[in-house]
């Protein structure tokens, strides 16, 4: 801990192109450790596109990903994600065939080889932890349920605790809480508030009530550039912003 | 105490061993009793295909490549156990399989050497198809070559292959393939005896890759398997090279489909390019769709059931079988998507599961998969 201001992750003139349509172009911001950046910005404006950069599921064009000092960009998605990255989908995905208690020993981060996981076998630290998070999740009265037979939003919560397991040390969340009702809506508010004091979070959320009550930081995208960047409050009130917003 | 799940494979184990060790053997004659030996070679095949497709997602629709494969390393060696210098002595260059002698071959090939040995030739069969499919499933899965594009890409690789093997008439036997075979080690299988033995032979072989398949599914691999069917991202995003495991259990299959190949030429004594192609492939897959293709056993049965009623109705009705086998597959997609499999988990396991409860608590966190 001696070098306080080296960012957890870097992004320097991050670009890439789809036929010649530029979905991201010329970004560049930084993540310190333990901020929690959210990321606005109307429809089509490349968010989702960030984090599929970030992850490696998108291959960039041009620029670089620094993550702990690690080249991203040159990475596979597996490496990507034992280096530290943790990426939640807008729809939620989980293992419907699997119970809530596999979702979450998949997940965990042990056995990953084809022959580790042949001859994986449950201990007693691995199922105390998946105790312990599905008890963060809601679901701990759940867990020999099959995923397929839960509600939505506890889908949601699933996918969310399938990503703490991993303890990632950035934690990617693509709308979290799209989609859910208004009870499950303020729970899960008061679940990533709680799990995401200890890590640093890049969300993507349309909900301003919600991203308010969270972010350290918010960035404004438009057509795969940043318009705008820095708190909610100077967000709010930057002309750009309320152009693109309002202005179409 | 076993858990439930346990002591339903236990049952259903013991039933299918019993049938085909105890019933089957008293109640039909040598001949009946070869053909169904001949059959369950090919559920070694289709338990694979549960393990591939069912499981997993990946529908294969190019097995016969490895059942060809593993029936062709067999035939080999028999081949030269039949072709010594004392049988083939009127041959213009006698010791060497007759039907290189016909297409003016002069020496063995250098690919033929090897399978004078039956250990090489026992662990080829079994090695070949695999690193075959190792490499099948590098190029694609790696890749991220899925779905209809993989099914139609192992159709081709079938087709090459039969193609290549009916061209190469005065090395491997070309459209009649290898025939005229004798004796494993010295000992005849043509005879009733060996018959028996070959049969007994091919069902315990068969429990045993059950019994391996069944313990690759209950494992934490197998559990990854299904997940990459339904969510192959998250999968991914979980920290898994996806690629590999579906390499790994495209291989396994591919392994015993060629156990499957030489056992088929043991107890058939020939194999030809009929049964590497197309048509042999797709049927596999049929017979798989038609036990379930999600169920070990209920894949077995479909084998059995499906070559059954191939055999008693294209003895009366030849020009109409392939109609009612397509008829068949049609109807199954249609209203049985689970196979026979699934009419048994609706109607019959609900009384399974009260005869063998008892003080049997499942406390495993685990969706067992039936066997």
């Known amino acids: ?248 | 105490m076993l858990s439930l799940q346990n002591r339903k494979d236990i049952l259903f184990l013991s039933i299918l061993a019993a049938i085909l060790l105890i019933v089957l053997p008293m109640g039909l004659d040598a001949f009946r009793l070869n053909l169904i030996g001949k059959y369950l070679t090919y559920a070694f095949v289709t338990i694979g295909l549960v393990a591939c497709w069912g499981d997993s997602g990946i529908l294969s629709l190019g097995q016969g490549i490895f059942f060809g494969l593993g029936g062709y390393c067999m035939a080999m060696f028999l081949k030269l156990q039949a072709s010594t210098l004392e049988a083939t002595k009127n041959q213009s260059t006698p010791g060497i399989p007759d039907f290189m002698d016909w297409n003016q071959i002069t020496a063995l090939p250098w690919f033929w050497k090897p399978f004078h040995s039956l250990s090489f030739s026992l662990i080829a069969m079994m090695v070949i198809p695999a690193v075959l499919a190792v490499v099948i499933g590098a190029a694609m899965f790696k890749r991220r070559v899925g779905g209809t594009y993989f099914a139609i890409i192992t159709q081709a690789i079938a087709s090459v292959l039969t193609i290549l093997i009916v061209g190469q008439q005065g090395y491997i036997g070309g459209v009649n393939g290898i025939t005229d075979l004798r004796t494993l080690d010295g000992w005849d299988i043509r005879t009733d005896h060996a018959k028996y033995i070959l049969y007994y032979a091919g069902v315990v072989l068969l429990l045993a890759c059950l019994l391996l398949l069944r313990f690759v599914r209950k494992s934490k691999l197998g559990r990854i398997l299904r997940a990459m069917r339904d969510q192959e991202d998250r999968v991914r995003f979980s920290g898994y090279n996806v690629a590999n495991f579906k390499i790994f259990i495209f291989a396994l299959a591919a392994a015993m489909a060629g156990i499957g190949g030489a056992l088929f030429t043991l107890e058939v004594g020939f194999m030809s390019p009929t049964f590497v192609g197309i048509v042999p492939s797709i049927e596999m897959v049929i017979y798989c769709a038609v036990g379930g293709r999600n169920s070990l056993v209920g894949a077995v049965y479909g084998t059995l059931l499906v070559n059954w009623a191939r055999t008693s109705f294209s003895e009366s009705f030849p020009e109409i079988w392939t109609f009612a086998m397509g008829g068949l597959f049609i109807a199954i997609v249609l209203f049985l998507p689970g196979g026979l499999a699934s009419l048994y988990q609706n109607y019959i396991d609900p009384y399974v599961c009260r005869i063998l409860k008892g003080n049997g608590r499942q406390t495993s966190h685990t969706v067992d998969k039936a066997i």
């Not at chain 1, 679901?139 to 099959?146: G, I, S, V, Y």
């Open chain 1, 1 to 248: 801990m001696t070098i306080q201001n080296d960012p957890l992750l870097s992004v320097e003139n991050l670009s890439v192109s789809f036929d010649g349509f530029k979905a991201v172009d010329d970004l560049s911001f930084q993540l310190e450790k333990g901020e929690i950046r959210v990321i606005i910005g109307p429809n089509g404006a490349g968010k989702t596109t960030v984090l599929d950069l970030i992850c490696g599921r998108t291959k960039a064009t041009s620029g670089s990903i620094q993550f702990e000092g690690r080249e991203l960009t040159r990475l596979k998605e597996y490496d990507i994600v034992r280096a530290g990255v943790g990426r939640k989908f807008q729809t939620p995905s989980v293992y419907e065939d699997l119970t809530v208690f596999e979702n979450l020993e998949i997940s965990y981060p042990s056995g990953r080889s084809v022959f580790e996981a042949l001859f994986f076998r449950r201990n007693k630290e691995i199922i105390d932890r998946i105790k312990e998070i599905s008890e963060m999740i809601f679901l701990d009265n759940q867990l020999d349920r099959k995923a397929a037979d839960l509600s939505h939003g506890q889908k949601q919560w699933l996918e969310i605790g399938m990503l703490l397991i991993q303890d990632p040390a950035l934690l990617m969340l693509d709308e979290p809480v799209a989609g859910m009702t208004v009870s499950e809506r303020v729970r899960t508010a008061e679940l990533l508030q709680r799990i995401i004091q200890s890590r640093s979070v890049l969300v993507i959320e349309h909900d301003m009530g919600f991203v308010e009550k969270i972010a350290h930081r918010v960035t404004v995208l438009h057509q795969g550039r940043i318009i705008s960047d820095g708190s909610m409050e100077h967000v709010k009130n930057d002309p750009k912003v309320v152009e693109v917003y309002l202005g179409h």
